[in-house]
Every structure is written in structure tokens, then in C-alpha cells.
């Protein structure tokens, strides 16, 4: 069984960094494409940042481009996002996901993800 465990969310000050991190546990992580999605109270969960299962490539909102970075450490069975520069309009609950079907092909769509985390708060004050 796949298990996405995340962590790192919390309350900060505009302008200020948080790191997310998402462990997973079951197959191979290299087998995943991972991405990072977000939901804001009252809004659809859009796709935030996502990356290839070598690390080779990663994909961005417009929103967040130049901002957040996406990272994995495939030795340590995880996926990162680092935020900077965060707005209080980043402010919403944070979801890793997994995408286990095909290395070759990325996508951006939430329902083409087969797992995804808990959830973490992020929470941006201005």
C-alpha cells in the first residue's frame, strides 16, 4: 500500500519561507511522478508543481513560477517543495500526490493522480 505522509506546513508573515516535504512509502519512488497541489477554502484544488520521476524536468503554476521550487530525493523516498516569497494568497491546505501509472508521460491533472497525502495547512498572514 502507498502512503503519502506530509509535513512543514504552518503560519508565517508574507514574504517569508516555508519547506513542504512529502514522504512515501511502498513501490519504488523513482516509478512516481510526484506533484505538489493546493485548496483553498472554497475553491477547486489546482495543480501547484510537479516533477518527473528522475527529477530531470519539473512544471509550474504561472502563479508560483520563480517563487516555489520542487525538488525529490529519490534516495530518500521524497518529494520537497521549497516556497518563498510567499502572499497571503498561497494560503490554503497543501496536498502531495503520486502518479504511478507511466514515467514517459506528465500530467497535470488531479484526477490523473493515483495517491495523494493528508494534507498541510499553510497559512500566510500580511
Known amino acids: 500500500q502507498v502512503q503519502l505522509v506530509e509535513s512543514g506546513g504552518g503560519l508565517v508573515q508574507a514574504g517569508d519561507s516555508l519547506r513542504l516535504s512529502c514522504l512515501v512509502s511502498?513501490?519504488?519512488?523513482?516509478?512516481?511522478?510526484m506533484g505538489w497541489f493546493r485548496q483553498a477554502p472554497g475553491k477547486d484544488r489546482e495543480f501547484v508543481a510537479g516533477?518527473?520521476?528522475?527529477?530531470?524536468?519539473?512544471y509550474y503554476t504561472d502563479s508560483v513560477k520563480g517563487r516555489f521550487t520542487i525538488s525529490r530525493s529519490n534516495s530518500k523516498n521524497t518529494v520537497y517543495l521549497q516556497m518563498n516569497s510567499l502572499k497571503p494568497e498561497d494560503t490554503a491546505v497543501y496536498y502531495c500526490?503520486?502518479?504511478?501509472?507511466?514515467?514517459?508521460?506528465?500530467?497535470?491533472?488531479?484526477?490523473?493522480?493515483?495517491?495523494w497525502g493528508q494534507g498541510s495547512q499553510v497559512a500566510v498572514s500580511s
Open positions: 516533477i518527473t520521476c528522475s527529477g530531470g524536468t519539473t
Open positions: 511502498g513501490r519504488t519512488f523513482s516509478s512516481y511522478s
Open positions: 500526490a503520486a502518479r504511478g501509472r507511466s514515467c514517459s508521460i506528465f500530467s497535470k491533472t488531479r484526477e490523473n493522480f493515483d495517491y
